[in-house]
């Protein structure tokens, strides 16, 4: 995963709540064995309609999606981050995520930005009035602005993501840091005890 410290960029307003994780990514996509290619299926269905947002050449391009409270809820597929990696976004800004969606985003390197509503909701405005405006994610100070609107607020994300996310550690790699620990736990275990 790569680190990330800093998102400035436009943004796509998904004005919608409750969006589950078969809306994000359909379950006919749950079939490839790869993690990439999702982004073709991200939100498919409602992609099916022209006017849809996403459809929209104004926000091509915008690694940051602002949607409505509760981002993510449904079954536990990591696919629904795999499909919004895939896509381009780099960060989803919302006042409430389900926390099995915020874990795989934060294991995944996808930065799940939560302020308070009103927050939200101006930022939405912000970016349906003017698709170009930048917003920035700063995750070394765990700041959201929005420059051009005067808006700058702090996101609650705790110092162990915030150190996964700075340096760019998934599992695999966050375990990594720990081998030379794990190498003199295995050289102390006695030999008739099973090896792995």
Known sequence: MDAVREIISRAVPLDRSDVDTDQ???SEWLKR??????GEGLFSEWRERSDFVLNQSR???????????NFGTGSSREHAVWALQDYGFRAVISSRFADIF?????????VPVIVPQPVVERIMRAVEDDPSIE???DVVD???AVPSIDL???FDLDDHHQHRLLNGLDDIALTVTHADTITAFEARR??????T
Request: charge should be neutral.
């Open 24 to 26: 994000i990514i359909p």
């Open 33 to 38: 064995v790869e993690r990439t290619g999702f």
């Open 59 to 69: 926000h091509d391009g915008a690694e940051i999606l602002v949607a409505g409270p």
């Open 102 to 110: 915020r874990n795989n985003a934060l294991k995944g390197g996808l």
């Open 135 to 137: 917003i920035v994610v």
């Open 142 to 144: 765990r700041r959201v």
């Open 152 to 154: 700058d607020e702090p």
């Open 190 to 195: 006695p030999s008739y005890l099973p090896c």
